[in-house]
């Protein structure tokens, strides 16, 4: 390893040699010259990769990343930054031998001379992927339950707003079939209206006409009695079945709302973990 990493300015009280024995045993860490080639690697970070230390020599760079950063005006950004002497920090994907995704939580370090001078880059990196494809997995878990949930809340709902469709349909019913009686009702007081001129035009012969006259006006009075109470208590059952149904689409709307938001807030998480 470059021995540059720890120069005679260093404030560092313990010494260099077991600081830097420290962290190589503790650490993955690499080092790349300004050529982005491998020129030093310690075991850690070659198990991490799944090579072995001979194999990551003179590899350059980016054949450790992905197909999409190695293309990315990042990667280049990356490396103009490095050699201007910046430094970099990150969560960050890298490729393993095997082709398999390794996450890591990584600090490039601009190595420099005595005349502040970047002569190579040194990174060092802990394995994250354990807790990346964990955390990933909580939050695939959490979305898919949440769209259960709110799925089943829903079709709640719209089984309910399809009983109280229904509901409406025969209440509606009920007002025609009352609206029919209550013209039954208006007829068959013209009848015992009718009845009774008869029974007035014949004088004693027609006390009959008189009798079925009175009774046929007392059956339509209770008829059209009844008929205003029904009418009353579906006027009710309708106002109430739209209270219901209003408060059931305001239910559905804040359970989509609900549901977005708890997409976002997962989003926001997955971004606060990248």
């Known amino acids: 390893m470059n021995s ?6 260093s404030t560092q009280v313990l010494d260099g040699n077991y600081v830097l024995s420290a962290l190589e045993s503790n650490l993955a860490m690499i080092e790349f010259d300004l050529n982005k080639k491998v020129i030093w690697v310690n075991e850690n970070f070659a198990q991490t990769l799944g090579y072995t230390v001979e194999e990551m020599l ?12 190695r293309l990315s005006i990042e990667y280049e950004k990356l490396w103009a930054n490095l050699k201007s002497g910046i430094k970099f920090q990150e969560k960050i994907q890298r490729v393993g031998k095997s082709g398999k995704i390794i ?3 990584a600090t490039y370090i601009p190595i420099l001379t005595k005349d502040n ?7 060092i990196a802990t394995d994250i992927t354990e807790r990346e494809n964990s955390t990933n997995e909580v939050i695939s878990r959490l979305r898919k339950m949440t769209e259960e949930l709110v799925d089943l809340v829903i079709a709640n709902s719209n089984e309910k707003i399809k009983a109280i469709d229904s509901l409406k349909k025969q209440t509606d019913l009920i ?16 009848v015992a209206l009718n009845a009774a001129i008869e029974a007035a035009r014949v004088g004693v012969h027609g006390l009959g ?11 339509s009075s209770n008829v059209d009695e009844a008929i205003k109470n029904v009418i009353y208590n579906v006027e009710n059952i309708v106002e109430e079945v739209g209270k219901v149904s209003e408060v059931t689409e305001i239910l559905q709307k804040s359970i989509i709302d609900t549901q977005s938001n708890f997409k976002k807030n997962i989003e926001e998480f997955e971004v606060l973990t990248k």
């Open 103 to 105: 996450w890591l939580e």
């Open 4 to 9: 540059t990493i720890i120069n005679a300015n």
């Open 209 to 219: 006409f008189k009798v079925v006259a009175d009774e046929v006006r007392r059956l």
């Open 58 to 69: 003179n590899v350059e760079h980016m054949q450790f990343c992905t197909d999409e950063f």
């Open 175 to 190: 007002n025609a079939t009352s609206n029919g009686i209550r013209n039954i009702s208006r007829q068959t007081n013209m």
């Open 117 to 123: 001078v970047v002569e190579a880059v040194l990174k």
